[in-house]
């Protein structure tokens, strides 16, 4: 009988490591930080464990570090950092330096559950929390902003009324692209979004306003587009080439 709990005990703790294993390669958002929540996109990190490195955003600056794994891979020990040395607001630029003194030169326990992955210390106190970025949480964030147009073929300025919003219930789209509001559904595949059904108003405008439309609505209506969200922009590329930049509304 106790060779048989035995067992299952042994098998249970399998499963559990198995389960709470470090989410490598996957892209996490940072929610809390020594207990305080922490708002926006800015501080992120990925784990690369085929490099051994550590690298993301810090809030204002970019930033990579190296560790080392244990061998059950829910256990590493985080090197000192290296990052890019913009300058930011006092607020982000004081958030950055508690996150990159929180994150280097410690061990740390990675546990997850769910879509939480939870950097504990040795005693076993919640120290980061992150949230994985899946393709649900993306457009969760997507759906619930507006987005201003900041940059349209690699030239960025003032667009004026020119935006986008999403409705990731009903897969549907609109705004304005510069002169008319325009309106359509969207489709998602991957890290891929196509624009179909378009649609928009016959509104006459200025020279510079009608040639954005322009501009916005030929992007739009390319088969397929690449899409990721990053540092509070969504960005949209025709290939490996950024094409429109959008911001997120305050």
Known sequence: ????????VISLFSIIGFANETPFGTKMTLAKMNGKE??????????DHEKLSIFGKSGCNSFNLSFEAK???TCIKTGQGMGTMMACDEGTMKLESEFM???QNRKFKIKTKGDKVQFKNWWGKTILEFQKQTEKSV??????????????NNVGKDYGKASIKFDATENRVSGNAGCNNFFGSYKVE?????????????MLCD???????????KILSR??????????TLNLYDGNRLVMMFGVVR
């Open 223 to 232: 088969q397929k587009l690449r899409y990721d969200v990053a540092d509070q």
């Open 139 to 152: 457009w969760t964030y997507i759906g619930q902003n507006d987005w201003q147009l900041i940059q349209l």
């Open 190 to 202: 991957g890290e891929y979004i196509s624009f179909t059904q378009m649609g928009a108003t016959k």
């Open 38 to 47: 922490v708002v926006g996109t800015n501080f992120y990190l990925t784990i």
């Open 101 to 103: 003194n929180t994150l």
């Open 207 to 217: 020279e510079e306003s009608n040639q954005t439309e322009n501009e916005f609505l």
């Open 1 to 8: 009988m106790k060779s048989i709990l035995l067992s299952i």
């Open 71 to 73: 061998s059950n891979k």
